[in-house]
Structures are given as C-alpha cells and as structure tokens.
C-alpha cells in the first residue's frame, strides 16, 4: 500500500534561517506531489506541484522553493524564512494521470520566531 | 477570485441531529468534487467525492448532494458524532485540466456537542 511521509511535525526557526522540509511517498512510481500551506483561518493554498523529476510549477510567488530530486522526494525549502511563513505546510501526492483524491502527509507546523 | 467557497466558517450541532455543510463554485469547469475532514495538526483526509454525473454519493452516514445548476453542493451527516468535530474542507477538480490540482474552500469547523 502506499504510504506517505512528511517530517519534521514540528520546527521552529529564526527569522533569516533556511528550511528544509522533506516528504517521501512509498509504494507507488511517478506520483504528482504537491506543497500546500495552510495558514490559521485560512483554506488549503498550493504552493508548488510536481509530475516528474525536476519538473516543478509554482502556483504563488514567495521567498520558497521546491525540488525533487528523486521520483518520490518532494523538498521544500527557503533560503531565508520570514515571520509570514509561520504556517502549517502539507505534502500530498497522487497518481500520475487522473484527478483521483489527494493524500495528504500529516503536516510540519512552522513557527518563525 | 475565490473559486471554491464555504461562506460559513464554522457550525455548531447537536449529537445525534444532522450536520450540513455548504459548498458553491464559480467554475463551471469542474467536474469532480471532494470532501476532506481535517483534524488540528493532522494533514487532511478524504471523506467522500462526487462526480457531476451525478447528483448525489452517499457512504455511511456521509451523503453529498451536487446541484450543477446552483454549482452548490453540500454535505450532510447524519447522525452527528462528537467525533465529527474538525474543519471540513470541500474541494474542486476540473479533470480536463492538465495536472489535476484541486481548488480548496476555507473550510467550515464543526462542532458537535454531546
């Protein structure tokens, strides 16, 4: 079956500091991934999606970026974090091809000190 | 623009009636609907979908309705559980899109009191 995860749960991080937020998907080949943020009161917003090694889209202009650098690692990163970004991030994935349901990874809450 | 809406940000219901949760749409593109349950600080799970072939998908006590007229779909529980509480998000596909992305609302809390 397939699986996904997402780590760290947790993270906190200076103002200016990099990030680096990893998510792995299991049992499947050539998922799409994707990042979305979810921001207190807020909707599900994506940010980045992926339908191959080194194919990335992004869907909002900000300070982060995303590789993937193997079939089923999706990374998520910034070069230097704002408060702003102090939100709860999700990755997700599903089969290449359909617009079958997202899986969701369990989620990093971010908090910028 | 907004493209998915859930105008009511959180519901209260007693154990054991019916919850009702509101949906609507601008795009009349989309053709698949979805429903998530999220708990805090948990990702999101998958609750029930509906293509817009239909009107109506029903699994358990989960039913949701498609009003493709109204672009309005809503989801019922039925009964209620304490269990139930969380943010319910619905969510938009158009499956001529190229990539399958799905257009989240704002999410509706629900709350049910025992």
């Known amino acids: 079956s397939q699986t996904i995860h997402q780590w760290p749960a947790t993270l906190v991080q200076p103002v200016g500091s990099p990030l680096s937020l990893e998510c792995t998907v299991e049992?499947?080949?050539?998922?799409?991934l994707y990042w979305y943020r979810q921001a207190a009161g807020r909707g599900l917003q994506l940010l980045f999606y992926?339908?191959?090694?080194?194919?990335i889209s992004s869907e909002v202009p900000q300070n982060l970026s995303a590789s993937r650098p193997q079939d089923r690692q999706f990374i998520l990163s910034s070069k230097k974090l704002l408060l702003s970004d102090s939100v709860f991030y999700l990755c997700?994935?599903?089969?290449?091809?359909?617009?079958?349901?997202?899986?969701f990874g369990s989620g990093t809450q971010l908090s910028v000190l | 623009d907004q493209q998915v809406k859930q105008n009511s940000p959180s519901l209260s219901v007693q154990e054991g009636r019916i919850s009702i949760l509101n949906c609507d749409y601008t795009?009349?593109?989309?053709?698949?609907f979805l429903w998530y349950k999220k708990y805090p600080a948990e990702g999101p799970t998958f609750l029930i979908s509906?293509?817009?072939?239909?009107d109506k998908n029903e699994d358990g006590r989960f039913t949701v309705f498609l009003n493709k007229s109204a672009k309005h779909l809503s989801l019922h529980i039925v009964p209620s559980q304490p269990g139930d509480s969380a943010v319910y998000f619905c969510?938009?596909?158009?499956?001529?899109?190229?990539?399958?992305?799905?257009?989240f609302g704002k999410g509706t809390k629900l709350s049910v009191k025992p």
């Open positions: 509906i293509s817009s072939i239909k």
């Open positions: 795009n009349s593109m989309f053709d698949y």
């Open positions: 969510a938009a596909s158009d499956q001529g899109g190229s990539q399958g992305n799905l257009i």
């Open positions: 992926s339908v191959g090694i080194g194919q």
């Open positions: 997700a994935w599903n089969p290449q091809g359909g617009n079958e349901k997202l899986f």
């Open positions: 049992g499947t080949s050539n998922p799409n």
